[in-house]
């Protein structure tokens, strides 16, 4: 069974910086088109940032400059660098495959001031 497995949230003080990362576990699944996305204590999903093969990455407007996707093919890993975080970064992170539409748990960032 196919999971889509995010990991390297946590605790970071304002100005910080967080890697985190989205691996398939139980299948040799590509991760050709991977999607961040977050959730808010009471706010809803909302997108981050979007890597595809072949096409160059998309981010929100709330992260540009200072979040970078990239692909790790010899791990066949998704990796959100998350720099100058502010609270309001502070959210579950999700990754998400466009492909076959399945979702992670989660990891939990939280960025106090």
């Known amino acids: 069974q196919v999971q889509l497995v995010e990991s390297g949230g946590g605790l970071v003080q304002a100005g910080g910086s967080l890697k985190l990362s989205c691996a398939a576990s139980?299948?040799?699944?590509?991760?050709?088109?991977i999607a961040w996305h977050r959730q808010a204590p009471g706010k809803q999903r909302e997108f981050v940032a979007l890597?595809?093969?072949?096409?160059?990455?998309k981010y929100a407007d709330f992260v540009k400059g200072r979040f970078i996707i990239s692909r790790e093919n010899t791990t066949n890993t998704v990796h959100l660098q998350m720099n100058s975080l502010k609270p309001e970064d502070t959210a579950v992170y999700y990754c998400h495959d466009l492909n076959i539409g399945y979702w992670g748990q989660g990891t939990r960032v939280n960025v106090s001031s």
């Open positions: 890597i595809r093969s072949g096409e160059r990455p």
């Open positions: 139980g299948s040799t699944l590509r991760l050709n088109s």
